[in-house]
Protein backbone atom coordinates (compact mmCIF):
# COMPACT_ATOMS: atom_id res chain seq x y z
CA UNK A 1 0.00 0.00 0.00
CA UNK A 2 1.54 3.23 -0.82
CA UNK A 3 0.48 6.00 1.74
CA UNK A 4 -0.93 9.20 0.35
CA UNK A 5 -1.89 10.84 3.03
CA UNK A 6 -0.97 11.10 6.98
CA UNK A 7 -3.22 12.58 9.29
CA UNK A 8 -1.98 13.76 12.70
CA UNK A 9 -4.36 14.66 15.38
CA UNK A 10 -2.64 16.64 17.92
CA UNK A 11 -3.00 18.32 21.70
CA UNK A 12 -0.13 20.24 21.17
CA UNK A 13 2.03 17.96 24.37
CA UNK A 14 5.38 16.43 23.97
CA UNK A 15 3.75 13.41 23.00
CA UNK A 16 2.11 15.29 19.79
CA UNK A 17 5.22 16.73 18.75
CA UNK A 18 7.17 13.35 18.79
CA UNK A 19 4.18 12.02 16.56
CA UNK A 20 4.49 14.94 14.33
CA UNK A 21 8.15 14.18 14.17
CA UNK A 22 7.79 10.98 13.01
CA UNK A 23 4.60 11.93 10.41
CA UNK A 24 6.97 14.96 9.08
CA UNK A 25 9.64 12.46 8.12
CA UNK A 26 7.43 9.41 6.79
CA UNK A 27 5.86 12.09 4.53
CA UNK A 28 8.99 13.07 3.32
CA UNK A 29 10.45 9.05 2.70
CA UNK A 30 6.39 8.58 1.07
CA UNK A 31 6.13 12.09 -0.69
CA UNK A 32 2.67 12.05 1.27
CA UNK A 33 0.67 14.97 2.25
CA UNK A 34 -0.01 15.76 5.92
CA UNK A 35 -3.18 16.72 7.64
CA UNK A 36 -3.06 18.40 11.15
CA UNK A 37 -5.96 18.34 13.34
CA UNK A 38 -6.92 19.77 16.20
CA UNK A 39 -9.80 19.08 18.57
CA UNK A 40 -10.29 21.64 20.98
CA UNK A 41 -11.74 20.98 24.89
CA UNK A 42 -14.03 23.12 25.80
CA UNK A 43 -14.71 22.96 29.80
CA UNK A 44 -17.73 22.26 31.21
CA UNK A 45 -18.20 22.45 34.91
CA UNK A 46 -20.36 20.28 37.27
CA UNK A 47 -21.94 22.07 39.91
CA UNK A 48 -24.23 19.77 41.82
CA UNK A 49 -27.25 19.57 39.44
CA UNK A 50 -26.05 22.24 37.43
CA UNK A 51 -23.77 22.63 34.42
CA UNK A 52 -21.68 25.19 33.35
CA UNK A 53 -19.64 25.83 30.06
CA UNK A 54 -17.12 29.29 29.66
CA UNK A 55 -18.88 32.64 27.74
CA UNK A 56 -18.42 33.11 24.51
CA UNK A 57 -15.20 35.28 25.36
CA UNK A 58 -13.42 32.08 26.91
CA UNK A 59 -14.15 29.65 23.95
CA UNK A 60 -13.35 32.50 21.14
CA UNK A 61 -9.89 32.62 23.01
CA UNK A 62 -9.66 28.79 23.21
CA UNK A 63 -10.12 28.35 19.76
CA UNK A 64 -7.97 31.54 18.89
CA UNK A 65 -4.83 29.69 20.60
CA UNK A 66 -5.59 26.67 19.57
CA UNK A 67 -5.57 28.13 16.14
CA UNK A 68 -1.72 30.09 16.62
CA UNK A 69 -0.71 26.85 18.15
CA UNK A 70 -2.56 24.84 15.08
CA UNK A 71 -0.12 27.73 12.40
CA UNK A 72 2.73 27.14 14.29
CA UNK A 73 2.87 23.50 13.92
CA UNK A 74 2.09 23.85 9.77
CA UNK A 75 4.90 26.05 9.92
CA UNK A 76 7.32 23.49 10.71
CA UNK A 77 5.79 21.00 8.55
CA UNK A 78 6.23 24.10 5.35
CA UNK A 79 9.96 24.31 6.61
CA UNK A 80 10.47 20.31 6.51
CA UNK A 81 8.81 21.04 2.75
CA UNK A 82 6.07 18.72 3.17
CA UNK A 83 2.69 19.56 1.53
CA UNK A 84 0.10 20.00 4.35
CA UNK A 85 -3.39 20.98 5.59
CA UNK A 86 -4.69 21.89 9.19
CA UNK A 87 -8.00 22.31 10.87
CA UNK A 88 -9.54 22.40 13.84
CA UNK A 89 -13.47 20.78 14.16
CA UNK A 90 -15.17 20.42 17.32
CA UNK A 91 -16.57 16.93 19.04
CA UNK A 92 -15.77 13.93 20.53
CA UNK A 93 -12.50 13.50 19.54
CA UNK A 94 -12.34 9.85 18.63
CA UNK A 95 -15.69 10.72 16.19
CA UNK A 96 -13.71 13.74 15.14
CA UNK A 97 -10.48 11.97 14.26
CA UNK A 98 -12.46 8.71 12.07
CA UNK A 99 -14.92 11.35 10.39
CA UNK A 100 -11.71 13.57 8.97
CA UNK A 101 -9.48 10.14 7.97
CA UNK A 102 -12.84 8.73 6.30
CA UNK A 103 -13.53 12.71 4.55
CA UNK A 104 -9.99 13.09 3.47
CA UNK A 105 -9.51 9.06 2.22
CA UNK A 106 -6.61 9.17 4.77
CA UNK A 107 -3.74 6.41 4.50
CA UNK A 108 -2.54 6.29 7.96
CA UNK A 109 -3.17 8.11 11.49
CA UNK A 110 -0.02 8.99 13.24
CA UNK A 111 -0.63 9.74 17.23
CA UNK A 112 1.82 10.40 20.04
CA UNK A 113 1.17 8.04 23.50
CA UNK A 114 1.77 8.05 26.61
CA UNK A 115 3.31 4.38 26.54
CA UNK A 116 0.19 2.83 28.97
CA UNK A 117 -0.60 0.89 26.32
CA UNK A 118 0.08 -2.04 24.01
CA UNK A 119 1.08 0.12 20.89
CA UNK A 120 4.12 0.10 18.91
CA UNK A 121 7.34 1.92 20.37
CA UNK A 122 10.29 3.02 18.06
CA UNK A 123 13.30 3.14 20.81
CA UNK A 124 16.69 4.59 20.37
CA UNK A 125 18.83 2.40 18.21
CA UNK A 126 16.05 0.33 16.51
Do not use: W
Request: aromatic share 4%; charged share 25%.
Amino acid sequence: MQIKQILVPTDFSENAQHALDYAIDLAKQCSAKLHLLHTPVIPTYLLMDLSYSPGPEAITRILNEAQDSLDAQAERVEAAGVEHFSAIREGTVHEVIRDYAKEHDVDLVVVGTHGRSGGIRKTAGS
